[in-house]
């Protein structure tokens, strides 16, 4: 009988950032699933004249004969109840362009539909305008598991759009982006990079926020920071006293990263909470925050060295325009 050989590595594994038990601590639970990338989907529904909405990123594909999907709720929602004695409901798929829909259903907002644009699905549930993709259901069978409720969809209509979708991940909105390694598609195989038509530009300033944003990742991690520690900070650092909602609506972090974050920076006594629940950084806070900007000062600085200057002046009046015309809209 011959033995399999032993795996061996060129290379001693990573250490891990943390690590413990996640019965005993939820937020390195929240920040390890965190590592999982997601789409951000609204699941709604409407019965006898009640409507109701959630943002989610359980959304996950069961089966395709016969067609099922699931997603979960928690027992603490306003809207458990409704959706398990529903009978049915709808998942809207969110493209890259929703970040203030994903925030807006997860608000607190008592009727989450009187601003949007929506419609009344085939099958009674609430559509919403712009989506990649909607999933009219009936619910299939649900299932109790721990602090939520499994609910699996029968799909009775499905309808897909064009456009990008908006992912989720380590507490951030992100964009899908080909990865360096993969070989391009066909139609876009020979592009030229340097072309900056109305059909590309946008998408790279996408591309360009999100990786100068992971390269100064290292940064933020030598001041012992995550992304949704740094944001918490630099807003919390200009606008003192504000309330927990209003933090998660500013910092486009989710609830609970909101939360996280808050008990981190807590706990290292770099912020307190004040009686009416307004937020404030401490002088250690404050300094924090102060050597995370002074390492970005000098990040950027070294990042633009080598741009020629009239390229500068171009990129700021087109930038510029487009935050112009766009602050109009809103």
């Not at 920076?265 to 950084?281: I, K, W, Y």
Request: glycine fraction near 6%; proline fraction near 4%; hydrophobic fraction near 40%.
């Amino acid at each position: 009988m011959t033995s399999s050989p032993a795996l061996t590595t060129k290379t001693p594994f990573a250490q891990p950032l943390e690590e413990g038990d996640p019965a005993i601590d939820g937020r390195l639970f929240r920040k390890c699933l965190g590592q999982y990338g997601t789409g951000v989907a609204i699941i709604t529904m409407e019965t006898n004249g009640q409507r109701a909405a959630v943002t989610v990123n359980s959304f996950a594909s069961v089966s395709l004969d016969p067609p099922l999907i699931l997603w979960s709720i928690a027992h603490t929602s306003r809207s458990c109840a409704l959706f398990k004695s529903g009978g049915r409901f709808a998942v809207n798929i969110l493209s890259a362009s929703q970040i203030d829909i994903s925030k807006h259903f997860s608000s607190k907002i008592e009727d989450k539909f009187a601003d949007v644009a929506w419609a009344t699905g085939e099958f009674g549930s609430p559509l919403l305008d712009g989506c990649l993709a909607h999933f009219e259901c009936e619910t299939y069978s649900q299932v109790e598991s721990g602090d939520h409720t499994i609910l699996i969809g029968l799909v009775r209509r499905a309808s897909r759009f064009d456009g990008e979708p908006l992912l989720f991940a380590k507490g951030q909105y992100s964009v899908a982006d080909s990865h360096p390694d993969a070989s391009p598609a066909p139609e876009t195989a020979g592009s030229n990079p340097e072309t900056s038509s109305a059909e590309t530009i946008i998408s790279q300033i996408f591309d360009a926020h999100h990786l100068i944003s992971a390269t100064f990742d290292e940064h933020r991690r030598a001041e012992g920071v995550d992304i949704a520690l740094a944001r918490v900070l630099a807003c919390l650092y200009d606008n003192a006293g504000m309330k927990k909602d209003a933090l998660a609506r500013a910092t486009y972090l989710g609830q609970r990263d909101t939360e996280d974050a808050i008990s981190a920076l807590a706990e290292r006594a770099m912020l307190v909470t004040s009686a009416d629940g307004g937020l404030t950084l401490t002088q250690t806070g404050r300094q924090l925050r102060e050597a995370i900007r002074n390492r970005w000062q000098e990040f950027q600085n070294k990042e633009v060295e080598e741009i020629p200057e009239s390229d500068l002046r171009a990129t700021f009046r087109t930038l510029a325009k487009l935050i112009a015309r766009n602050r109009t809209k809103n």
